[in-house]
């Protein structure tokens, strides 16, 4: 019973150290007037203790709609790909974490042919009904340094 009792809590622990981003948000705004998804929807559940965020953008000039997936356990995700005609590789590696209880953290780096081409920070946090997304670093030689306030 005990046992059960301390995994319980480390469970819950865990669950309670990322925040709370569900919502569906209609109207965003950038800082540096940069095309975004105007939409978004974000769940998130607890799997075996992790919070999981599920993101849905829609541009809703195209009607376009891309559904992301983030498990915040801070672990270093990496995917490849290889072109097999010109035998380009391309590797993205996300690392996704919860620093506090107010922010979620997404790291993200793209290496094209060994060359890094991306190399991104964002920050997600919500405030009442209002998300804020805060992002940095640089892609294809390019200083990156914007925030999306969504409602």
Same mark, same amino acid.
């Given at each position: 019973?005990?046992?059960? &009792?301390?995994?319980?809590?480390?469970?819950?622990?865990?669950?309670?150290?990322?925040?709370? &981003?569900?919502?569906?948000?209609?109207?965003?705004?950038?800082?540096?007037?940069?095309?975004?998804?105007?939409?978004?929807?974000?769940?998130?559940?607890?799997?075996?203790?992790?919070?999981?965020?599920?993101?849905?953008?829609?541009?809703?000039?195209?009607?376009?709609? &891309?559904?992301? $997936?983030?498990?915040?356990?801070?672990?270093?995700?990496?995917?490849?790909?290889?072109?097999?005609?010109?035998?380009?590789?391309?590797?993205?590696? $996300?690392?996704?974490?919860?620093?506090?209880?107010?922010?979620?953290?997404?790291? &993200?780096?793209?290496?094209?042919?060994?060359?890094?081409?991306?190399?991104?920070? $964002?920050?997600?946090?919500?405030?009442?009904?209002t998300l804020t997304i805060n992002t940095k670093g640089t $892609?294809?030689?390019?200083?990156?340094?914007?925030?999306?306030?969504?409602?």
């Open positions: 019973m005990r046992i059960l &009792l301390v995994i319980s809590f480390f469970i819950s622990a865990s669950a309670l150290a990322c925040p709370n &981003l569900a919502g569906n948000y209609r109207s965003c705004v950038s800082q540096t007037n940069q095309e975004i998804q105007p939409s978004l929807s974000i769940t998130q559940n607890i799997v075996s203790g992790v919070v999981v965020y599920n993101v849905t953008s829609t541009d809703t000039q195209t009607n376009e709609t &891309l559904v992301e $997936t983030y498990k915040a356990d801070g672990k270093l995700v990496t995917a490849s790909q290889t072109d097999p005609e010109t035998g380009d590789t391309m590797r993205i590696s $996300t690392t996704v974490s919860c620093p506090t209880q107010k922010a979620l953290k997404i790291k &993200l780096s793209v290496l094209f042919n060994e060359t890094m081409v991306s190399d991104i920070a $964002t920050t997600v946090s919500k405030n009442a009904d $892609t294809m030689g390019e200083n990156i340094d914007d925030v999306v306030v969504c409602n």
